[in-house]
């Protein structure tokens, strides 16, 4: 995807404006001393794509600038985003943003971000399908990819530049790691997003299948324990004959026992003979009764006339004298109730109570039970209700109850047809899917070839590992050098080393994706000194002082040369062999010599002798 | 002494009895009172006592009419009478009685509720059965000890 950044623009504090413009398909090159603000542009360039925080520094940069501000072309449009500069770390939410490439006098927001990262998004292809494939910890899937997720394969900074290991940058923070990793298939067409989308429901429909088949296995283990009891029942339901010898199959088994509850079972209970005996026990009871009372009567006629002195009632309250309620009165009471007692046992002594003629009365009710008796006569002896029967009544009223549980069970939903379903779905997605894993390979092996294309032009600047094999990792999205003829991967020692090994695979994966014609990735590489392994960043490489003259040995000098010329070689290849065009910006602080000759260079700006991303003229006075 | 919360509610039921029968009475001797209890707390014949449509108009009519009712008064006589006594006791320390030579009299101003939500539905069908037991108990004292073979 055509990508060009056209100008750096800051609107500073004092009112001036500091630019800084670059040309398209060339090494667009700022050299210069360190402290002059180099390595600002890569993080002013990430300010005004929205980032979140910023490692602009306060010190001379921020504190002067009022506005930051790039001017680029995406595919054929040309777009102007300018973000105001920050305060105590805080980045702004103030933007302007031309979508003509305007570059104002002084930008005034016009715009928020939402709106900006819309048609941003846009020209990177960026639709509501674009989305994460998968979750992680920092990024949720189906959230919708974020257009800076490629950036991370446009921008080399100076720690990651020689890094052994790491080669992409952001990768310290969790989300651009999980990025990077999810969006590389994306980003070169291995997966597209169609299939990813085809990909995500087949994982989606794998995971309810298991969900419901694990379901399933529950109820049917339940399903089967329940036939089981219900066989029971049946089989007990036999036994006591309240169900027909026919055989049932098992899956009537409920309806039978159903069945069971339902009928009205008239028992073999004889009525009339219950009647009977019951008026008999009463009869019997009655005549107990009055017999007690003749016996009573006998009792107290002998009682009485036995004895004279003692008062019974008072010997009684005196023997439970514990169970009174001790007043003052209570004695009193007991004594009126002694004299009392005396008086009216006198007065009784000499009668006797009126006996009724009972009798007659008792002979009445024994002829009564002789009769009952007879009637019985006719009823077998045996228990009235007879064991078999209780068995029954309390059986059917087990299953009644068993019954409400069985039906519970039974409703419960039967997943056979929504896992059939949903296999059957799953068979017809899984015809659709793209093998990406076999995309992968092919991926992985042109990646490689490309990359070896690389290594064998830097050639002898690999030293000892001139020759080797590159070997892409896809998992780490990281290359490593094996021997030819051997599998095992080499320790690649020297950063040296590892800078071409960054270079090679950036280009790489640029022409790579050119190749597949990607639609996200844009086409510029923003480098940050290259040239740190052969002389870290803490002093200038310049011309005057003579430090590129004496103490660069020749072997190194020669290395930078080389990877300098891999960059000016790329622009050509790209385009004249693809028809593409293609943007380097690096910041360096080689001297202009070391690029002499190579076409593709354009020097942006020199930061020395004074000049720099912030000029003395440029501060507030 | 100990009250359980037993013995009170039977006193207060018993105290409720003796009130059932002081409603219609005004004044008992002591020795009747104490034949009170035994009837209401045997529920067949409380269950006589308290229906309107079954006369009964003295003792010997309740003994012929419900002979068995009778075989065991004597025992229910003794077991329940330190429960009468102590009934007596209570309503004559709540002040709704007083207790004159070997007479208990109402005490009239004072009154007591005789509302079922206050005291009860058990309590209600002893006062309702009062006045036809009352009316039983009209009779001298030596004879209804006498036919109710209570012991002395």
């Known amino acids: ?621 | 002494m100990q009250i359980s919360n037993d013995t009170y509610n039977n006193e207060l039921i018993g105290g409720i009895s003796m009130l059932s029968i002081l409603k219609e009475f005004k004044k008992i001797t002591l020795t009747k009172a104490l034949l009170i209890i035994p009837f209401y707390t045997h529920q067949q014949s409380l269950r006589v006592l308290r229906n309107n449509n079954i006369k009964i108009r003295s003792i010997e009519e309740f003994i012929i009419k419900y002979p068995s009712y009778f075989s065991n008064y004597n025992e229910r006589f003794y077991s329940l009478l330190t429960v009468s006594i102590n009934s007596i006791i209570l309503l004559n320390k709540m002040g709704l009685i007083t207790i004159e030579d070997n007479c208990i009299i109402l005490n009239e101003e004072n009154e007591f509720s005789y509302e079922k939500k206050d005291i009860g539905n058990r309590a209600c069908e002893i006062l309702k059965a009062g006045r036809k037991l009352s009316y039983i108990l009209k009779d001298d004292e030596e004879n209804l000890y006498l036919q109710l073979k209570v012991e002395i």
């Open chain 1, 1 to 621: 995807m055509r990508f060009i950044f056209k100008q750096l623009t800051l609107w500073l504090n004092n009112g001036s404006i500091r630019k800084l413009e670059f040309e398209e398909n060339k090494v667009n090159v700022i050299t210069g001393a360190s402290g002059t603000g180099k390595t600002e542009i890569m993080a002013i360039i990430d300010y005004c794509f929205f980032a979140s925080e910023t490692k602009i520094a306060e010190e001379k940069i921020n504190e002067n600038v009022n506005w930051y501000g790039v001017t680029f072309e995406i595919n054929k449009s040309t777009y102007t985003i300018a973000r105001k500069s920050f305060t105590d770390k805080k980045v702004s939410d103030t933007y302007y943003f031309s979508p003509v490439g305007e570059i104002p006098e002084l930008p005034f927001e016009n715009n928020n971000t939402d709106n900006i990262k819309k048609v941003i998004e846009n020209e990177f292809s960026i639709d509501k399908n674009v989305v994460i494939p998968y979750g992680g910890r920092h990024i949720k899937a189906g959230t919708k990819v974020s257009f800076k997720y490629f950036q991370l394969f446009t921008s080399q900074s100076e720690n990651v530049i020689v890094n052994s290991e790491v080669y992409f940058d952001k990768q310290n923070k969790g989300r651009y790691r999980e990025a990077l990793e999810r969006v590389f298939d994306i980003a070169f067409k291995i997966d597209t997003v169609e299939n990813m989308l085809i990909d995500e429901k087949v994982t989606s429909l794998t995971r309810d299948i298991n969900r419901l088949e694990r379901k399933q296995t529950i109820i049917d283990s339940e399903k089967s324990l329940f036939e089981n009891d219900m066989k029971r029942d049946i089989k007990r339901a036999r036994e006591l004959q309240l169900i027909s010898n026919e055989y049932i199959p098992a899956n009537m088994y409920l309806d039978s026992l159903k069945e069971i509850t339902k009928t009205v079972y008239s028992f073999d209970i004889n009525k009339d003979k219950e009647e009977l005996v019951r008026k008999k026990s009463d009869l019997l009871l009655k005549i107990k009764n009055l017999k007690r009372l003749e016996n009573e009567y006998k009792k107290y006629i002998e009682v009485e006339k036995s004895n004279y002195d003692s008062l019974k009632p008072v010997n009684y309250i005196k023997e439970n004298y514990y169970g009174l309620l001790n007043f003052p009165e209570t004695a009193m009471l007991l004594q009126i109730l002694e004299e009392d007692f005396k008086v009216l046992k006198k007065k009784i002594s000499l009668k006797k109570p009126f006996n009724i003629n009972i009798k007659s009365e008792i002979e009445n009710y024994i002829q009564k039970v002789e009769e009952v008796d007879e009637d019985l006569g006719q009823y077998p002896e045996e228990n009235l209700i007879n064991n078999d029967v209780y068995e029954k009544i309390s059986f059917i009223g087990e299953l009644r109850y068993k019954i409400s549980i069985y039906e519970n069970k039974k409703n419960v939903e039967d997943y056979k047809e929504q896992i059939f379903n949903k296999k059957e779905q799953l068979v017809e997605l899984e015809s659709k899917i793209v093998d990406v894993s076999e995309n992968r390979v092919l991926f992985v092996n042109l990646l490689e070839s490309l990359i070896q294309n690389y290594l064998e032009e830097v050639g002898d600047a690999l030293g000892i590992y001139e020759g080797y094999k590159a070997v892409f990792n896809y998992t780490n999205k990281s290359l490593g050098l094996r021997k030819p003829n051997s599998l095992s991967i080499s320790n690649v020692g020297s950063s040296s080393n590892h800078l071409f090994m960054h270079l090679c695979l950036f280009l790489s994966l640029h022409e790579a994706s050119v190749i597949q014609k990607s639609e996200y990735i844009p086409q510029y590489l923003i480098l940050d000194q290259p040239s740190r392994p052969y002389y870290g960043d803490e002093k200038d490489f310049d011309d005057d002082d003579g430090v590129w003259n004496n103490s660069i040995v020749e072997t190194d000098k020669y290395k930078i040369r080389k990877a300098m010329q891999l960059l000016n070689d790329f622009i050509d290849k790209l385009n004249s062999e693809y028809k593409e065009d293609f943007q380097i910006i690096l910041l360096e602080h080689i001297p202009g010599k070391v690029w002499e000759g190579l076409d593709n260079f354009h020097l942006v700006e020199e930061f020395r002798n004074g000049n720099a991303l912030i000029r003395n003229s440029d501060e507030m006075v």
